[in-house]
C-alpha cells in the first residue's frame, strides 16, 4: 500500500481512519471561523436545523470584517444580530476593527500543525501555511459544524510543487502565486492540494507562504499546504498554545503531477482584468495608465507587504496626481504594527486613505469604490468585473512593490523605470 | 437514489462563471432572500436572464463553475428561480458544497455539445444520463459519491441534519 500525502494524514487524523484521496471524509472540526457575510445565513441554517444551541463555541470565532464598518442600517442591524447571537453561545467574537477573520485566526495561533481549520470564507485556505488542514466552507456548512462540531470533506488529491533556488530581488511571493495561476490555470488545480516542498522553500518565510496559501484557491485548488520548518516554528512560537509537532508526506505517496519551479527565473507579474489567471509580465504589460493603487487584505496587508510598498515610496516619491492611494491592513495587529514602527505615520503623510481593517476595500461590501472606468492596480488577491463595487473599474494585481511603483508613476510600472527622487 | 427522468430547457453560460456573476456580493447587503435575489441573477453578464429564466430550467455551463467566493447565495438565489439541477463540466469546489447542502444537483459531464434552449432529458438512476432532445446526442454524468447523495436526496443539509441530529 503506497503512502499517504500530507492531506490525507492530516485528514486521516481528523476523521478517525484512513482516508486517501477520493474518500468522503466526516471530521471533526478544530476551529470554524465565520464572518459578517457568511454567519446571518447560517444562524438562520442553524434554527432550521432545530439546532438551538451551539456544539463548542470555543471552537467557533466569528470576525465582523466583511462589512467594517457598517456602510448601511442594515448591516448594522446584521451585525447586532450576530453580537447578540455570539454572546448567547458564548462565541468569541472579533468585532468591527479586529480585522480580517483569516489573519485573526492565523494571529492568534489557531492555527497549527495537525489541526482541521474552516472558514466560512474562500480564503480560509490561508491557514494551511501552518501545516494544518484547512478550507472554505459554506454557510449550511458553517451551521451544520455549529450544531455537529462535523463537517464532510472530500479528501482531495495532491500536485507535489518543488521550490528550488530564490526568487531575484523585486520578485515576491505574489509573483509566485500569479506564476503559478497562469501555468495551472483558474481551474488547473481543482479539488486539489497543492503540496509544497524543496529547498527554495528556506527562502520564504511564514509570511510569505501566507500569500501562497492565501492565493491558491485563485488556481481552482481546495487549498495549499507547506511543511512544518524552522520559518513555521518561528511565526508559531509564543502564538500556540499547544506543543507543535508538525507532520510531513510520506516519500511514496501518489501525487496527480508534479512541478519544478526554479525560482531564480521568475519575474514580476500583473494579473490583467478580469480574471486572476490572465497573467502578464509586468514587461509585457504595455501602457495602462491607473486611478487608484490598493495595498493591503488578506493578501497583502501585513506589515512586510507594507514595509515592501514603502520602500519604493521612500526612493521614488510620492503617488502621482490623480491616483488614489488605498490603505488596508489585514487587521488591528498589523495596522499597530505599522503604527508602531512609524510607517502608518508615513502611509499617511504620502495621502494614503487609511480604511478600516477588513475585507470592504477589497470585494466591494465597504471602504474606497472606483470610479467608472478606473484602472486600479491592487495587492489583493481577485480582480473579477464587479469585485471592488464597481463593474466597470478594471482590476489589475500585483506586488506591494508594483502597486507602489505604478502608484508613483500613474500607470502600471516597475520601480526599475523610475527615477529617484 | 430513486430513479428519475427530467425533461428541461438548457441555460448555457461558459467556462469559469465566479459566483459574483452568479449574483453579485453588493445585492447581500439589501437582502439574503432567494426569492429576492432571484431577481438579479447573471445580471452583470446577463442581464436578460432573471426575466426570462422559467422554474425548472437546468443552468448548463463549462469548466469551473462557481468559482471565486464562497456565499452560498451563488447557490440559493439559483434555487430561488426554481433550478434543482447545474451540469458542468467541472465545479469550484465551495460552489459544489454549497450545492449539495442546498439540494441543487451539481453534475459534472461534458456539456459542450449542449447549447443555449436546448431540450435535454436527465435519467438520474444508478448511473445519471445526459440526453440532447436536438441531435439524440447522450452523455454519461460523473457518480455522486454515496455519502453526498444522503445529503441531496435529502433536500440538502438542514433536512438531513434535522432527520440525523449528525454527519
Not at chain 1, 484557491?217 to 524552522?230: I, R, T
Not at chain 1, 503617488?319 to 488591528?332: D, E, H, I, N
Not at chain 2, 462557481?66 to 469550484?92: D, K, P, W, Y
Request: aromatic content about 6%; some cysteine; glycine content about 10%.
Amino acid at each position: 500500500m503506497s503512502g499517504k500525502t500530507l492531506s490525507e494524514k492530516l485528514l486521516s487524523l481528523s476523521s478517525g481512519r484512513s482516508v486517501k484521496a477520493g474518500d468522503i471524509a466526516i471530521c471533526e472540526v478544530d476551529c470554524a471561523m465565520g464572518t459578517d457575510g457568511s454567519i446571518p445565513m447560517a444562524m438562520d441554517y442553524f434554527a432550521a436545523m432545530g439546532a438551538s444551541r451551539v456544539h463548542s463555541p470555543h471552537k467557533l470565532l466569528f470576525a465582523l470584517d466583511h462589512y467594517a464598518p457598517a456602510p448601511s442600517p442594515k448591516a448594522a442591524m446584521l451585525q447586532a444580530r450576530i453580537r447578540r447571537f455570539a454572546r448567547e453561545q458564548g462565541i468569541p467574537l472579533f468585532d468591527i476593527g479586529e480585522g480580517i477573520g483569516h489573519q485573526i485566526v492565523v494571529e492568534q495561533g489557531l492555527a497549527a500543525p495537525g489541526r482541521l481549520l474552516v472558514g466560512a470564507d474562500s480564503h480560509a485556505v490561508t491557514y494551511r501555511a501552518a501545516n494544518c488542514f484547512a478550507t472554505g466552507i459554506g454557510s449550511s456548512d458553517l451551521a451544520g459544524v455549529m450544531m455537529t462540531g462535523k463537517v464532510w470533506l472530500k479528501v482531495p488529491e495532491s500536485i507535489r510543487i518543488t521550490l528550488h533556488g530564490e526568487m531575484p530581488p523585486g520578485v515576491y511571493p505574489k509573483d509566485l502565486a500569479l506564476h503559478l495561476a497562469k501555468l495551472l490555470g483558474a481551474d488547473g488545480a481543482a479539488y486539489q492540494t497543492l503540496e509544497f516542498h524543496g529547498e527554495g522553500l528556506d527562502t520564504l518565510d511564514f509570511e510569505d507562504r501566507l500569500v501562497l496559501a492565501n492565493l491558491s484557491v485563485e488556481m481552482g485548488a481546495k487549498n495549499a499546504v507547506f511543511p512544518f520548518d524552522a520559518a513555521c516554528m518561528r511565526y508559531l512560537d509564543g502564538r500556540v498554545a499547544v506543543p507543535l509537532e508538525g507532520l510531513s508526506a510520506d516519500a511514496d505517496a501518489i501525487y496527480t503531477r508534479t512541478l519544478d519551479i526554479d525560482l531564480t527565473t521568475l519575474c514580476p507579474y500583473v494579473a490583467l482584468p478580469h480574471n486572476v489567471d490572465n497573467v502578464a509580465r509586468l514587461d509585457e504589460v504595455g501602457d495602462v495608465p491607473i486611478q487608484m493603487a490598493c495595498l493591503g487584505t488578506c493578501t497583502g496587508g501585513r506589515a512586510k507587504d507594507f514595509r515592501q510598498a514603502l520602500a519604493v515610496f521612500r526612493q521614488f516619491g510620492r503617488p502621482a496626481a490623480g491616483v488614489q492611494l488605498v490603505v488596508t491592513p489585514a487587521s488591528r495587529e498589523a495596522m499597530h504594527e505599522l503604527a508602531l514602527g512609524g510607517e502608518l505615520a508615513e502611509l499617511i503623510e504620502l495621502g494614503a486613505i487609511i480604511v478600516t481593517p477588513g475585507c470592504g476595500a477589497c470585494c466591494g461590501t465597504a471602504g474606497a469604490i472606483p470610479e467608472d472606468d478606473a484602472n486600479v492596480i491592487s495587492t489583493a488577491n481577485r480582480n473579477f468585473k464587479g469585485r471592488m463595487g464597481n463593474p466597470s473599474a478594471n482590476i489589475f494585481l500585483a506586488s506591494p512593490e508594483v502597486c507602489a511603483a505604478s502608484a508613483i508613476a500613474g500607470r502600471i510600472a516597475s520601480p526599475q523605470t523610475l527615477s529617484r527622487r | 437514489m430513486t430513479s428519475l427522468s427530467i425533461k428541461a430547457t438548457a441555460r448555457r453560460f461558459g467556462d469559469d462563471i465566479n459566483t459574483d456573476y452568479i449574483i453579485s456580493s453588493r445585492r447581500k447587503r439589501e437582502s439574503l432572500d432567494p426569492a429576492v435575489l432571484k431577481d438579479y441573477l447573471f445580471e452583470t453578464i446577463a442581464p436578460e436572464f432573471a426575466a426570462s429564466v422559467r422554474a425548472g430550467d437546468i443552468l448548463v455551463a463549462g469548466k469551473n463553475f462557481g468559482c471565486g467566493s464562497a456565499m452560498e447565495v451563488a447557490a440559493t438565489a439559483v434555487i430561488g428561480a426554481g433550478i434543482r439541477i447545474v451540469l458542468a463540466q467541472s465545479f469550484a469546489r465551495t460552489y459544489f458544497r454549497n450545492a449539495v447542502n442546498n439540494g441543487l444537483y451539481p453534475i459534472e459531464c461534458d456539456t459542450s455539445r449542449i447549447a443555449e434552449g436546448c431540450a435535454l432529458q436527465i435519467d438520474m438512476g444508478p448511473r445519471i444520463l445526459v440526453h440532447s432532445a436536438l441531435d439524440g446526442h447522450e452523455v454519461e454524468a460523473a457518480p455522486i459519491p454515496h455519502d453526498i447523495l444522503k445529503i441531496l436526496d435529502a433536500g440538502g443539509l438542514v433536512p438531513y441534519l434535522r432527520a440525523h441530529s449528525t454527519l
